[in-house]
């Protein structure tokens, strides 16, 4: 449904509900926004102006908030109601893996939120989603004008251990210590986040066109990681 | 504000914008549904009423989804909009800590997002919550005419470790192997998005009513995980 085809039908339903006399006398406001039946239709977006967007909203409120408010904001544009109902600092809370506790990266917190919004099959999106980023080099993108920052494998979808990982690897690369709260990390987690959301924006894409190959996680256990990271015969 | 005035308020906004002409001749539908300045007016809810909602709906959608679906669900009824305009479905992707990937426990994910709608301080909430979560036997919530089932502390707020350890703590109760893929584990994370629904709400409510005492939580680390877990001298 496109965006006039979309406003046209919502009028129509919109004329209809938008103002009622509810049976207790009281009156009661409805739109076509409360349908709230997911998913949520979707258009084709832009991969290079959502991963903009997100390095951009990453300095606003952090990793999570970044992709899931730079995905949503592009929606809410491009394709309105019901998009315009939802919070775009809902992710807000994602950051340092959930305020800091270093759970699930927020990037893909965020992302998982976008998802499940446009995608019946949003497990199958998710899995490829989180199999790349934990096996892909990250950070992808470079903002214009700026040089390549160092790149690492986190091997896990864990903020922890991929910002851990990627200090290591940074420490290295400048020759110097770069530690958790450096504003390289931060640059990093900004340029993470927009990696981040044009890979989902791809993955959305592909998708919604019937194009998607989706990643097949073999096993019970779905992360990559060591399991004797955690799992040494010395504990 | 209580429902009632909500409601009015509401209309006043209501019929004034509801339908309008837009600039380029095209008509436009807008209503106050499309506030999302967070937080979300909170009114007080019944933390035994939503815990035995989360109960039921794990069965429907999993742990990410009972509890922020339970809450939201209750809001929804109790306040209305811009509740309504939520999809309660958009946590379905937390379970298994992320569609099985082990990452942070569903239920604390759903409960986050709850409290970034309706709190300012969203963060002291989450800490306060998380902190609760890795230092109590859980579950603690036991359905009507049932036995309580074994607990256990998880001392972390990821899935995996939560999961494993109780199973190790009921095929100890039990007397016999209780696994990851077993209908007590499954009874157990149903339990466990009762229990958790059910703090989310003791602590919404302390909050609104300025009651909350927030744990601090001191050091960079904020969870409580013993670090030699993944950074064991032999590796």
């Known amino acids: 449904m496109d965006r006039r085809n979309f406003l046209k039908n919502g009028l129509k339903v919109g004329l209809g509900v938008a103002v ?5 006398g009281g009156i009661a406001l409805a739109s076509r926004g409360e349908n709230t039946n997911l998913p949520y239709p979707y258009v084709k977006l832009d991969p290079e102006r959502v ?41 807000v809370y994602g950051k340092g893996g959930i305020v800091g506790w270093g759970t699930v990266c927020g990037t893909l917190n965020g992302a998982c939120g976008i998802i499940t919004l446009t995608c019946k099959d949003y497990g199958k999106l998710i899995d490829t989603l989180f ?20 790149k690492s494998v986190s091997n896990s ?9 990627w200090c290591k690897a940074a420490t290295n690369h400048f020759g110097r210590h770069i530690a958790y709260n450096s504003k390289e990390r931060s640059e990093r987690c900004a340029r993470l986040s927009a990696s981040v959301a044009r890979k989902t924006v791809e993955l ?32």
Not at 134 to 146: A, D, R, S
Not at 208 to 235: A, N, W, Y
Request: hydrophobic share 35%; aromatic share 14%; net charge positive.
């Open 204 to 235: 959305l894409n592909d998708y919604h066109e019937g194009r998607l190959v989706p990643v097949k996680i073999k096993g019970f256990q779905k992360t990559k990681m060591d399991c004797m990271e955690c799992h040494s015969k010395t504990r």
């Open 131 to 150: 199999s790349w980023y934990e096996k892909t080099e990250l950070p992808t993108f470079v903002p214009k004008g700026k040089v390549a920052y160092p």
């Open 20 to 24: 009622g006399v509810a049976a207790g």
């Open 51 to 91: 991963a903009q967007r997100a390095y951009n909203y990453y300095r606003k409120g952090h990793c999570a908030y970044a992709v899931f408010a730079a995905i949503l904001d592009e929606l809410k544009e491009k394709v309105g109601e019901p998009y315009t109902y939802i919070p775009s600092e809902l992710y």
């Open 157 to 165: 979808p864990l903020c922890h251990v991929s910002v851990m990982k």
